[in-house]
């Protein structure tokens, strides 16, 4: 047995070290364009492209040399003297031999050669596959390289160069391919919001925006494994005071599938650190800032190796992805079986719906007890995402054009013929599609309900009964929303979600709608796209979004709603350019949103859960009235003889009832909990995770009941309303907020108590001194007002429409003119 456990032991110590060889790619090729004679970079030998002008096609364009210095400090300074013009579509062909990952690296410096200046133009370069930089204009006298990470299927590479003007010209100084680890990329990452699994990296084609040696010096391509460039992480940070470098002069080991060329030793011998690791009051986060392209996804990779600690077990971290934390008290220790100086890396989507255009990352200490505060980050690589489950990128509808112009010159006849008869078969795809429906799934009937044809207001489609409800929800063809959307113009996008992206639309009969296209990658599914058909059928609410319809042809798992006018709550508080909202505006969103979740408690049989009750789910009309949206994640709350519903947690971070995540046990309360941190946002108009902050301000809803429980509520409101807000208003605001952030749920007020209290709210702000102090003596109710009178005869109607129009009638209902008439003054 002591054999034994030897063995073990020395197994286990080979597959943390590596034991590295140097990687050989199959295909390397480095072309100095425009070059004729080869030119050597740190033993790497660029070839003149002149030598090979049968992969050149034409062959007959400009050979161009520049008079401008450029830069030692650049790396390869020598291959930017010279570059390759053309004036017409050219393309460059190489020969593959292994096919897989490949680096696809361009070199570019704008400058004046000859007789052309390139400073100014603009163009699209691609391969037969993916559009890799469309209408690209580099910046003047400033080298740069663009770096891609190709999955290559065929046998050859097509590299085309297309002006994007009449008087555009394209260039390029010099060009890599070539070929990279099979398994430097994994074909999964974990999403960044919500939690899940995204699978297909492997097809994808990725574009390097960033790479990061943290706190260590800018790793040229001559000493990195893969050529590769590391930049220095100094001007990213957005405050270098928090942060400190640390430095390694030991050896770093490797975990199984952890390799030299998955970063470089300098990368993971260097560190930033915690500046104040050695006290326990270290409250505060090291963030580095990025500028990216909104509504694009990113493959976010982390590089770690504990060279900080003396022994294993002894760091523990949280690591953030922008407000949502990605890793919480991670222990790297865990994750190398407790060897110290041992490299990891950890992967993260975020997808394009979650994507703005700053990307914060962040490290901040974590909340085990009897841990120094500390944290690390030895490296990171930020790539966008450019394809799709494997599928070319798809180019805008001007850069389609362009693509075509690219090839035709390359495939002349046969593209014509590949044309044609891709026009044939559309033709009769299309007439078959007109038959049937997706293959992937079945078209359903919701709770038993008849599907039956029918002719609709908005479409040629067919239509489901909906019960005693007698509403209709109507199936519209694909070919309808593309028509109503233009096709899906990515310009016409008005929102994106976990779901998917959301479009502008407007139907035949001028309907202005909402277009919610399900996102084949989304970790929101079919689940969530049934579940929110069935509730919003049989829901009806002046404050819940209505659906109009819904389309499940061609794979397509798409959502229509009425069109919301301006948009969501939370891009009314911060993070855009719409108006701000005064303190009444405010209120009478939190009522209304308030009546629609009340509703969604009381008005069926079973109470309804939202479950994903936030800010940017609170959508807002011409008028500004609030109504509740996205009901992919709820759920029906539990049977009478239970107390709540065991489900999965979900939500957004932030939000969530610490006592659902912790018991994943859901109640109408975890509701409760999620609109207590809403009513907070309102009042505060900040994030409710921002890890930019110092520790103590990370979380809204701690940060706010400190202040609420210190009775100093006022300190922390928005300034752009905190001098009109009454102190008695903001007494009872700040009051219901505690109550519904409880940290039990028991001891959380109902929604319609909620809504008792902001309407109270509501009445304190809108009195003058004399209302308010005859609301403060009023003792008795002299007279029930018609709309209380209506409850009762609402509690006797017949089931039925009657009944139905009567509850919308009392959903319009303002309570101020009840508060007129209450016994006690300070509601519920």
């Known amino acids: 047995m002591k054999g034994i456990g030897v063995s073990c032991v020395i197994f286990l110590l080979i597959s943390i070290k590596c034991i590295h ?285 504990d060279i900080v600690s003396l022994a294993a077990g002894n760091l523990y971290f949280n690591v953030y992805v922008n407000s949502w934390a990605v890793a919480s008290n991670l222990d790297l220790s865990s994750k190398t079986f407790g060897q110290l100086a041992t490299a990891v890396y950890m992967d993260y989507v975020l997808e394009a719906n979650d994507a703005s255009e700053k990307l914060g990352i962040s490290i901040g200490p974590s909340v085990v007890n009897g841990v120094l505060p500390d944290g690390i980050l030895n490296g990171l690589e930020i790539m966008k995402i450019n394809g799709s489950g494997g599928s070319p990128a798809t180019p805008s509808a001007g850069s389609k054009k362009n693509l075509v112009i690219i090839l035709a010159p390359i495939f002349g006849v046969t593209a014509v013929a590949i044309v044609a008869v891709a026009l044939c078969l559309a033709v009769r795809k299309r007439k078959l599609t007109t038959k049937q429906y997706s293959k992937s799934w079945v078209p359903f009937s919701i709770n038993g309900f008849t599907s039956h044809s029918t002719g609709s207001r908005t479409s040629n489609g067919t239509a489901f009964t909906l019960g005693l409800n007698g509403n209709f929800g109507y199936r519209l063809s694909f070919a309808i929303l593309q028509e109503a959307t233009n096709n899906f113009d990515e310009n016409w996008v008005i929102g994106v979600g976990g779901f998917g992206k959301v479009y502008k639309g407007e139907l035949r009969d001028d309907t202005k709608v909402a277009v919610k296209r399900g996102n084949p990658k989304s970790q929101q599914g079919i689940n969530e796209f049934h579940t929110e058909i069935e509730l919003l059928s049989r829901l009806r609410h002046r404050h819940l979004v209505s659906l109009i319809g819904y389309c499940d042809e061609k794979n397509e798992m798409i959502l229509v709603y009425e069109y919301m006018e301006k948009g969501t709550l939370k891009s009314h508080l911060y993070g855009s350019d719409m108006p701000s909202l005064n303190w009444q505006q405010r209120l009478e969103i939190c009522i209304g949103a308030a009546r629609g979740l009340h509703y969604l408690h009381t008005g069926q049989a079973k109470a309804i859960i939202h479950r994903d009750v936030k800010s940017a789910n609170i959508l807002l009309d011409e008028t500004l009235l609030a109504k509740v949206a996205d009901f992919g994640l709820s759920k029906t709350g539990p049977e009478l003889d239970q107390t709540h519903v065991s489900t999965a947690v979900k939500g957004s971070f932030g939000y969530l009832d610490p006592e659902y995540f912790r018991r994943q046990q859901l109640t109408e309360k975890s509701d409760v909990y999620s609109f207590g941190v809403v009513l907070l946002e309102v009042l505060c108009a900040r994030p409710v995770i921002d890890p930019t902050l110092p520790r103590e301000m990370v979380n809204l809803a701690e940060w706010g009941m400190k202040w609420q429980k210190r009775g100093e509520l006022e300190h922390i409101v928005d300034a752009r309303i905190a001098g009109s807000i009454r102190p008695e208003s903001l007494k009872k605001f700040g009051e219901t907020i505690e109550k519904c952030l409880a940290d039990s749920g028991i001891e959380r007020p109902s929604m319609g108590d909620v809504l008792w209290n902001l309407e109270y709210a509501l009445q304190l702000q809108d009195a003058d001194a004399g209302g308010i102090s005859e609301i403060n003596s009023i003792n008795r109710i002299t007279e029930l007002s018609p709309q209380l009178q209506n409850i009762n005869a609402f509690e006797s109607a017949p089931a039925g429409e009657a009944a139905t129009a009567l509850l919308n009638d009392l959903s319009d209902v303002s309570m101020s003119k009840v508060f007129s008439q209450l016994i006690k003054s300070e509601g519920r």
Request: hydrophobic residues 40%; glycine residues 4%; proline residues 4%.
């Open 21 to 305: 060889c140097a990687f050989t790619p199959a295909d390397n090729y480095l072309i100095d364009c425009g070059s004729s004679t080869n030119t050597t970079i740190n033993n790497r030998v660029f070839v003149a492209d002149v030598s090979l002008s049968s992969t050149l096609t034409p062959s007959s364009n400009n050979l161009v040399t520049t008079s401008s210095s450029v830069p030692a400090s650049y790396y390869g300074a020598a291959l930017y003297q010279n570059a390759r013009v053309f004036t017409v579509t050219s393309s460059y062909s190489f020969q593959i031999n292994a096919h897989g990952r490949h680096f696809i690296r361009l070199y570019f410096f704008p400058s004046i050669y000859g007789n052309f200046n390139l400073t100014s133009t603009t163009f699209t370069v691609s391969t037969q596959d993916a559009l890799l930089l469309d209408h690209f204009h580099p910046q003047a006298n400033s080298a740069v390289v663009e770096e891609f990470l190709v999955n290559i299927i065929s046998d050859t590479l097509i590299l085309t160069f297309a002006q994007t003007g009449n008087n555009s010209i394209a260039f390029v100084n010099a060009i890599e391919v070539v070929s990279a680890p099979d398994t430097l990329i994994a074909d999964t990452a974990t999403i960044v919001n919500p939690p899940g699994t995204y699978r297909g990296l492997s097809d994808q084609l990725l574009e390097t925006i960033y790479r990061v040696n943290m706190g260590g010096p800018q790793v040229s391509p001559n000493t990195d494994t893969l050529w590769r460039n590391w930049d220095t992480d100094q001007k990213f940070l957005l405050n270098s005071a928090l942060s400190r470098s640390v430095n390694f002069t030991g050896k770093i080991s490797y975990m199984d599938g952890t390799t030299e060329e998955t970063a470089p030793d300098i990368v993971y011998s260097t560190a930033t650190e915690l500046a104040a690791s050695n006290t326990s009051n270290a409250l505060f986060n090291v963030t580095w800032q990025f500028d990216v392209e909104a509504s694009s996804a990113y493959l976010i990779r982390f590089h770690f190796c």
